[in-house]
């Protein structure tokens, strides 16, 4: 007989299990849920709201006395273009999350799931690069100051390249801190999502590939 | 609040509470994670069960929303993939019905079917309780085709597995 089919004809015989019964099931229904999608939940409001905290402390996040017009206009610029793209992303990310049934497909669920976490991936990107962005306009800024008020060039040289080099370590912290925290966080969360969703549509890219 | 619904849930969860604990027991190792995943399958059910409409048996749905947390919404909490424990545990299999080779053949197969990954433990677990095709297709979202393939693979997979063992 085939392996699997001899492990049905025990299977179904077995109900070798301890009962549980209707007040521990009452007890039960009334717990708190440890799911993973309740994890992603809390974690990526959270991190919605530093995306905004932080920009709130970041240069170019406010007006000051005896700014040149050029770089009012340009601070206000990217302060619609943050919020617009805030407000998208905040959008998606709770439309998808209320499309996430745990009555679908298994396929469905993983991917609506797996899509809910993305725009929030999008999003921790973006403020990567918005940060990055006015880092590097703040500073260009600042350089071009400083060259008209400094006369001696080598002066000049000294602080430019002092500048740079703050900018790009400022930069690596940034892009160092953010990437460890995915590794530690959110990959061990959703590895195992990612491995069971490929695994149902490795199957259909086959069949596309032959 | 609710009580006439949720005591009809409770009554239709306890009359179908095996179905729970033999998906736990293919996706758990020891009785911690068992309790732990029961737990959570109860949870899941409950939350969608207002939406539960009676268009398919209870069992089904169940079955379905059960399988569903076990691959997609269950965090395996940090245990030791030991085999041993389950020797120990509840759901030993009744021995005394078989002969000490069949015994050890059936305790060999569950062990593989815990080695396979969560979407073959999925397709075992229909496999096993006679569903068709098309049910197991559509419950895990993919086509009639792949699921059959699938399933062959599985069957392959574990015949090497056997193979294996009888070397060693």
Partial sequence: MEDLDFLKQHWKKDDDFPKVDREEIRRMLHRSSSSIVKWIFFISV??????????????????????????????????????????????MFFTSYTRIKNTNSTRELLGDILKTRKYVDQYIKFNVLYILGTGVVVTSFILYQESIERSKSGD???????????????????????????????????????????????????EIDS | MDTKLEQEFIVLLEGNQNILHKICKLYTVDLASHQDLFQEMVIQLWKSYPKFKG??????????????????????????????????????????????????????????????????KALVYMYLEDKDYTEIAETLGISEVNARVKMNRIKNKIKEMVAKQSVA
């Avoid at chain 1, 530093?50 to 017009?69: K, T, Y």
């Avoid at chain 1, 959703?190 to 069971?196: A, F, I, Y």
């Avoid at chain 2, 909490?77 to 015994?103: C, F, G, M, P, Q």
């Fill in chain 2, 55 to 120: 268009d398919s048996k209870f069992s089904t749905w169940a079955y379905r929303v059960s399988l569903n947390t076990a691959i997609s919404l269950y965090r395996t909490k940090k245990s030791k993939i030991t085999t041993v424990d389950w020797d120990n545990s509840l759901a030993n299999i009744r021995y005394e019905e078989y002969n000490s080779e069949e015994e050890e053949r059936l305790k060999f197969l569950y062990d593989a079917v815990r080695q396979l990954n969560d979407i073959d």
């Fill in chain 1, 46 to 91: 959270l991190e919605l709201l530093a995306g905004l905290a932080l920009n709130f402390f970041l240069p170019g996040s406010g007006h000051e006395p005896g700014d040149p017009a050029i770089m009012i206009v340009l601070e206000d610029i990217f302060s619609v273009v943050f919020y617009v793209v805030v407000i998208y992303f905040i959008y």
């Fill in chain 1, 156 to 206: 000049m040289v000294f602080f430019l390249i002092a500048m740079i080099i703050f900018m790009a370590l400022f930069m690596w912290l940034l892009i160092f801190v953010v990437r460890m925290y995915y590794k530690v966080l959110y990959r061990r969360l959703v590895k195992k999502l990612n491995k069971n969703y490929d695994e149902l549509v490795k199957l259909e890219e086959e």
